[in-house]
């Protein structure tokens, strides 16, 4: 899985693109949060066998929380959310539903464990892999979507098991396995590669920028002014 730093530098920049006029310390936290909370599956697994990149990976979650923002906020009557938290409330909570799945499901999608989308309906990690680059011989390549009707399908899945064969090692279940493995190995990932140290650089370079600039925004008695 990626690692959790990842997890919540993507949901940062999702905070930092996408919150607008809602943008403070309460409202980025919040999104934080929400892009680090399907890694929680990964505790799960210490008594939900195979859990980790499944339990709070599935797209059932996300897709019955859209539901629900939905209807309250555009089809129902009166909202509850807007009526408690003006529009900040919805905006927090259509970008912290993005940041669930773009940044907590989408980063372990793209990666190399995977993610049970489906479960438990239906058992099996998918993994999306495929390359986009220009060929002076060939022009464009790209892999990621099969146009031609003998490929691979819409998209390059690829399923490394399910969760009886596929077990994702973690910092909390370092075997995978129901227990606490107390005699176990344990590595606590930060950071994998060059390109996921960049990503949480730009994180906090972004936040640092964000926030420094809603700091001059604020006049003496703290009341947010137009910028």
Not at 19 to 27: C, P
Not at 56 to 67: E, N, T, V, Y
């Amino acid at each position: 899985m990626a690692p959790t730093l990842v997890a919540a530098a993507v949901g940062a920049l999702l905070a930092a693109a996408l919150l607008g006029a809602a943008f403070d310390r309460r409202a980025v936290a919040i999104v934080v949060v929400a892009a680090v909370a399907p890694d929680l599956d990964a505790v799960a697994s210490l008594v939900v066998p195979g859990a980790t990149n499944a339990l709070f990976h599935a797209l059932w979650i996300p897709a019955f929380a859209a539901g629900a923002l939905y209807w309250d906020t555009a089809a129902g009557g009166e909202s509850r959310i807007r009526a408690r938290f003006g529009w900040r409330g919805v905006r927090v909570a259509w970008v912290a539903l993005a940041a669930f799945l773009v940044a907590g499901i989408g980063t372990d999608l793209f990666g190399s464990d995977g993610a049970n989308l489906l479960y438990p309906v239906h058992d099996a990690y998918y993994r999306i892999d495929g390359r986009l680059v220009f060929s002076t011989r060939e022009g464009v390549v790209q892999t990621f979507v099969a146009l031609a009707a003998d490929g691979p399908g819409l998209l390059p899945l690829s399923s490394p098991g399910t969760t009886g064969s596929h077990a994702i090692p973690t910092f909390v279940n370092p075997d995978g396995r129901p227990g606490l493995g107390l005699g176990a190995d344990r590595e606590l990932s930060l950071v994998r590669s060059g390109w996921q140290l960049v990503v949480v650089a730009a994180a906090l370079a972004t936040l640092a920028v964000r926030f420094r600039r809603r700091s001059r925004s604020l006049d003496d008695d703290g009341a947010e002014v137009a910028e």
